[in-house]
């Protein structure tokens, strides 16, 4: 059996949003989102959790170079960090953000820049509050 070793690496940022389903009045979005649904938006602090898993490297010990690590996720955070997610995000004009979606997209764009063949993105976590939290890509 070959085993793995699973690291993981956590990154900060903060976000606007507001939850609105275009084609709805405000009335049905107030009904469905509540507090969510706000024409000004509002913002949160969040924390992202990115977990790599490979074997480890006879070389160097590693993983993955943690160096690299932090430059996929610093590149994909510039997209969406300080930023009011529905009206300056393409993915998110067409897709409410919500907790489980900025961890879905913030999944799809780190997996989409890792160019090494020996580590594998398995997860993303996103903390909207300490008690809140979504994750996408393997679930064990």
Known sequence: MAYKTHISRKAYFNCAHSYE?????????????????????????????????GPISTETGMVVNLRDVDIWIKTVLKTIDKKYLNKEV??????????????????????????????????????????LWAEYGKLY
Do not use: M
């Not at 049905?28 to 969040?46: P, V």
């Not at 993915?91 to 020996?118: A, G, R, V, W």
């Open 90 to 131: 393409d993915y998110f004009k067409s897709s409410l953000p919500t907790t489980e979606n900025i961890c879905k997209y913030c999944f799809e764009k780190i997996k989409d820049i890792i160019n090494l063949d020996h580590v594998e993105l398995i997860k993303v976590r996103v903390y909207e509050y300490e008690d």
């Open 21 to 53: 389903v275009p084609g709805w009045t405000d009335e049905k979005n107030q009904l469905e989102f509540g507090k969510s649904f706000d024409n000004f938006g509002h913002g949160h602090n969040y924390i992202l959790e990115a977990h790599f898993e």
